[in-house]
């Protein structure tokens, strides 16, 4: 799934217009410019049923849209979100049955010399080998 996701949006015009390919798992590269995504896997669970695993995986993703200005953060959340959220889509092995964004909140860091400016998207991003 991370993987795919990845993919997904480095294929997303709307979003590499913004942050070209600064899109990472776990944490930003050291000394890399924003603006960036940082893309988290915060939990995640195979769906189980009566019949045992349906080979669904039900995963919360948090996505990091950092930028130099308020502006730019929110910008880039707009850009993620229209690119993945209410839709079916399968991007390499992975079929997407359903991404939902469940939450959102806006930060700021002071990190001399700058600001550094933070839209937080938790999703609920629902998942399986398309094959």
């Not at 997407?96 to 400016?117: A, G, M, N």
Request: proline share 4%.
């Amino acid at each position: 799934m991370e993987t795919a996701l990845l993919a997904k949006l480095l294929a997303t015009a709307g979003v590499t217009a913004l942050v070209s390919t600064r899109i990472n798992w776990a944490r930003r590269p050291q000394g890399e410019p924003l603006p960036c995504i940082v893309l988290h896997r915060i939990d995640g669970s195979p769906d189980v049923h009566h019949g045992g695993a349906s080979g669904l995986l039900d995963s919360r993703v948090q996505v990091d849209c950092w930028g130099a200005s308020y502006k730019t953060a929110k910008a880039i959340a707009r850009a993620v979100e229209a690119a993945v959220t209410a839709q079916t889509f399968t991007q390499g092995a992975v079929r997407f049955d359903v991404i939902l964004l469940v939450d959102e909140r806006d930060s700021t860091f002071d990190e001399k010399p700058d600001t550094l400016f933070r839209t937080s998207l938790d999703l609920t991003v629902r998942s399986a080998n398309a094959s």
